[in-house]
């Protein structure tokens, strides 16, 4: 899991989960929905976690946590990736 800040109108901004979601076969959740996964991440983040860290920008599923040859996570990607996204979704309004 890594986890970005994303632009927030009410905040400035907000804390994002990325997470990568294990298959069944190696102990992750078979028959539970990506919903239902969601909510139970962030009740467990808001009833763990300070109020401040909530994730209120939401939690998205990816397949591979992009990483340096150190094993660093690259954060960088990330913020890329959601502000491509964030501008994609603007366009179509």
Do not use: C, Q
Request: charged share 35%; proline share 8%.
């Amino acid at each position: 899991m890594a986890v970005i800040p994303v632009p927030d109108d009410a905040s400035g901004e907000v804390p994002k989960a990325f997470v990568v979601k294990k298959p069944p076969s190696a102990g992750g959740y078979a028959n539970t929905s990506d919903e239902e996964l969601v909510k139970d991440i962030k009740a467990y983040v808001e009833k763990h976690k300070a109020r401040y860290k909530s994730l209120k920008g939401g939690v998205e599923f990816i397949d591979v946590i992009p990483k340096s040859p150190s094993g660093k996570i690259l954060r960088r990607l990330l913020r890329d990736r959601e502000r491509e996204a964030r501008r994609k979704a603007a366009a179509k309004l």
